[in-house]
């Protein structure tokens, strides 16, 4: 009895030290901590080299093991305050709820999922490392608890830096226009929509800048200074503040869009339109949600493929939009080895302009538009009337039928 009590004794005492033993354990990180999508609304702080970056939402994803999974992709973007404020008035009100995908603060990537290693304790964890995507290699860290992230990515590198640096518009031939199209009769004489967008952007001072009137390739090149594409994939201009006497130079902040190489001469340009209209918010005009007098743009929106239009414009949001780069196109010109076009292509331009081209359609609506452009060029009024009316009237065949090459951009010139 006594060697079976002795046994009972060391049993009830390895118990006891068991139990405290799992006492002790510590709480395996962010045990407690539940799965949760943060916005900027709901306990999100991100931050991109150390300034707060807008329009994203970030997912924690806890394995139960101290590890977790991290997801970054764009806030859904609604549009219907901007649609409003096109409609104009009280048609505003009538605007039904429209929301649009967005990209990623990281380039390239509409979303980037992070494996995560958690340090801490069971409610309140941090975590830090770096990682890699197709296009950019960046650093990261953070904590979480059960209400709060707090994010910091830094150190971002493109893979491919080829084409950055920074560019300087040219100012003798600012922008790439290309349009191989049917001709029209304009006065007895056969056009084409190219020669007619050049006649009419650099022929006519139109445009008002610090008390000077520019020609609207003038007014390009006197506000746009340089575009600079960092190795961070970043994209920022140096413009002139056209509200500012004397037109001072300004540096667009970063954030506004980033950009990839994506092979064959193409850039993605990716916007983030919640930065963009944050950082416009401040220079809106007051008038800008008076009606036109001119014209109802909600008959305008009427008339466009509205489906097919969306169906093109809203992936770029979330994939990017492709630019091509390459040399410059103008007879005018010299060749210079360090100047490049960066241009919208055939392949993005033109079913665009074909879901736009039932507006030109309407003779009555064609009218319309005409009188309010006539009206904003000022004396060059009636010139201006006598070019767009054979021009708009034959576009919707041009877009339609015979267009075979067009392209819109910017010739730059690398520092």
């Not at 048609?91 to 340090?119: C, H, R, W, Y």
Request: proline content about 6%.
């Amino acid at each position: 009895m006594k060697k079976i009590a002795y046994l009972f004794a060391v049993i009830g005492i390895a118990c006891m030290f068991t139990a405290c033993s799992n006492d002790d354990d510590p709480a395996m990180p962010g045990a407690s901590i539940p799965a949760k999508t943060y916005t900027a609304a709901d306990g999100l702080t991100l931050k991109l080299d150390g300034t707060e970056a807008a329009g994203q939402i970030v997912s924690f994803t806890p394995s139960n093991d101290g590890k977790a999974t991290l997801s970054i992709k764009g806030a859904p973007l609604d549009i219907s305050s901007i649609i409003g404020g096109m409609m104009g008035g009280s048609k505003a009100d009538q605007t039904p709820n429209l929301t649009l995908p967005t990209s990623s603060i990281i380039p390239g990537s509409a979303e980037v999922t992070i494996p995560v290693e958690l340090t801490g304790d069971a409610s309140s964890c941090s975590f830090a490392g770096s990682t890699e995507t197709t296009y950019c290699t960046f650093a990261y860290e953070g904590k979480v608890s059960e209400g709060a992230l707090d994010l910091s990515l830094s150190d971002i590198k493109l893979k491919n830096t080829s084409i950055a640096g920074t560019y300087n518009l040219m100012s003798d031939s600012p922008a790439r226009v290309v349009w191989d199209g049917s001709e029209f009769d304009l006065m007895g004489s056969d056009y084409n929509l190219r020669d007619l967008i050049l006649l009419m952007t650099t022929m006519y001072p139109m445009i008002e800048l610090d008390g000077n009137k520019y020609n609207v390739m003038a007014a390009l090149a006197a506000v746009l200074k340089s575009v600079t594409f960092g190795e961070d994939g970043s994209v920022t201009a140096v413009y002139a503040d056209t509200k500012t006497p004397g037109l001072p130079e300004v540096t667009a902040p970063k954030g506004l869009a980033r950009y990839v190489i994506d092979g064959n001469n193409t850039i993605r340009l990716f916007l983030s339109p919640e930065a963009i209209i944050a950082a416009q918010a401040s220079k809106a005009d007051d008038n800008t949600n008076e009606e036109s007098e001119a014209f109802d743009p909600s008959v305008i929106l009427g008339k466009i493929n509205i489906k097919g239009l969306i169906s093109k414009v809203v992936p770029m949001l979330s994939t990017g939009i492709p630019l091509h780069y390459g040399d410059v196109v103008n007879d005018a010109v010299e060749p210079d080895p360090n100047a490049v076009s960066f241009y919208l292509g055939k392949e993005t331009i033109l079913p665009i302009l074909q879901d736009v081209s039932p507006v030109f359609e309407d003779a009555e609506l064609r009218t319309q538009i005409i009188e309010f452009a006539a009206s904003q060029a000022g004396d060059m009024g009636p010139l201006a009337q006598m070019f767009l009316t054979p021009a708009l009237e034959a576009f919707p065949n041009i877009v339609n039928n015979t267009t075979t090459e067009v392209q819109f951009g910017l010739n730059l010139k690398k520092q």
